[in-house]
């Protein structure tokens, strides 16, 4: 069993739709909770993180960890085509030390215009 | 602030050839992480660096793979000899604690 699942899709959604994507995981050590955007050819670049379980918002993104279930979600308000991109959810053991990452395979999200 | 930078940004080399790649991290950045994305899977941890030592290196697949991060500047990620199996994408990533930054990766093709 993989450490961390993701439904790699891809998903295709109208211009303006709500997108959620979402992540299980097994190791109940995993602390640290983040999201990355990867456009073709680029690298990740990071969305949002969090620590704790309940939601965190930044403007069109909100964070969701549910701890007790190992899951965590991204939702995408107002889909725009420029949401068109490779989504990674990406957790870590430890909080305030560097530790290294383990990825899902991400979820490929097209947002049609 | 300059992202993370990594060098060359596409390889190309015939099994058993030798190959270098070079991350420059984020200025002040004491931690500095490799990372291998090969076709199909997701995105793997090599080792992290943390100035100039190795942290953790339980990632790397075999002794083929060598890296080093001279004086915790840039770091250098050597395959010697290449196989095909090794054919991938090779981030890395930089960070003071937590959050990483990665760089756009070097895309690796071995033949």
């Known amino acids: 069993q993989k450490e961390v699942e993701q439904d790699p899709g891809p998903l295709s959604v109208p211009e303006g739709a709500i997108v959620s994507l979402n992540c299980t995981y097994s190791?109940?050590?995993?602390?640290?909770f983040m999201w990355y955007r990867q456009y073709s050819r680029k690298g990740p670049e990071l969305l949002m993180y969090?620590?704790?379980?309940g939601n965190k918002e930044d403007g069109r993104f909100t964070a969701q960890v549910d701890k007790s279930s190992k899951y965590i979600s991204l939702f995408i308000r107002d889909s725009q085509p420029s949401d068109s991109a490779t989504y990674l959810c990406?957790?870590?053991?430890?909080?305030?030390?560097?530790?290294?990452?383990?990825f899902g395979s991400g979820t490929q999200l097209t947002v049609l215009p | 602030e300059a992202g993370v930078t990594q060098f060359p940004s596409h390889s190309v080399i015939e099994k058993g050839q030798t190959v270098t790649l070079r991350c420059d991290p984020i200025?002040?950045?004491?931690?500095l992480y490799w990372y291998r994305r090969v076709m199909g899977k997701e995105i793997k941890f090599l080792l992290h660096?943390?100035?100039?030592?190795?942290?953790?290196e339980s990632g790397m697949p075999n002794n083929r793979f060598l890296a080093e991060r001279t004086g915790g500047t840039y770091s250098t990620l050597k395959v010697q000899p290449a196989e095909l199996e090794d054919s991938g994408v090779y981030f890395c990533?930089?960070?003071?604690?937590?959050?990483?930054?990665f760089g756009p990766g070097t895309r690796l093709l071995v033949l």
């Open positions: 990533a930089s960070s003071r604690q937590e959050t990483q930054y």
């Open positions: 990406a957790i870590t053991i430890s909080s305030g030390s560097a530790r290294q990452l383990t």
């Open positions: 190791n109940s050590a995993f602390q640290y």
């Open positions: 200025s002040g950045h004491d931690n």
């Open positions: 969090t620590y704790s379980s």
């Open positions: 660096f943390v100035k100039e030592s190795k942290q953790d």
